[in-house]
């Protein structure tokens, strides 16, 4: 599924294709911006996303078996919500 | 930032009512959600945002952490959200 698809569900509920996809483009803008700033994003019953730092750390290049060090860095976290999880379970 | 707090930027941005707003986001959370409860094509692509997945855990032995005893974890299905270049690029900046 992409985000045409996702548009043209959208666009059932009574919008152009077009009003639909600018939506769709903007809700994910919006939720970028956000997470660009570091904020955390809930959405009951789907989930949550949250940035967290990750510390620096000694790593290896497996190739050459050198120790590198792996800079701190910031990595999105998704974690799904409980309603999101029961739907995944249902097998449907 | 909350739902009602996206519905509120989303509907400036586009202008769209709220109440319109609202019934768009909830069926784009609606429809990623179908989608990876479907058993064939379980996964959603967003360009430029990142793809949400369906992961499958095994059945596995755990114990209960207060009597400790054996107890038999049934396999799930487990959502994932895997980043897009892009997105990730913004986090770290």
């Known amino acids: 599924m992409t985000k045409a698809d996702i548009a043209s569900i959208v666009a059932n509920k009574g919008l152009t294709k077009k009003q639909a996809m600018e939506a769709v483009e903007a809700t994910l803008d919006i939720l970028k911006e956000a997470l660009k700033k570091g904020e955390k994003i809930q959405l009951v019953g789907f989930g949550s996303f949250q940035v967290r730092a990750k510390r620096a750390r000694k790593g290896r290049n497996p190739q050459t078996g050198k120790g590198i060090t792996i800079a701190a860095r910031k990595v999105l976290k998704f974690k799904p919500g409980k309603a999101l999880h029961l739907v995944v379970n249902a097998g449907g | ?93």
């Open chain 2, 1 to 93: 930032m909350t739902k009602a707090d996206l519905v509120e930027l989303v509907a400036a941005r586009v202008h769209l009512t709220k109440k319109d707003t609202e019934v768009v986001i909830d069926s784009i959370l609606d429809s990623i959600s179908r989608a990876l409860s479907s058993k064939d094509d379980g996964k959603v692509e967003l360009r430029g945002f990142g793809s949400f997945r369906v992961r499958e855990r095994r059945a596995r032995q755990g114990r209960n952490p207060q009597s400790g005893a054996a107890v038999q974890v049934p396999p799930k299905r487990v959502p994932f959200f895997k980043p897009g270049k892009e997105l990730k690029a913004l986090v770290d900046s």
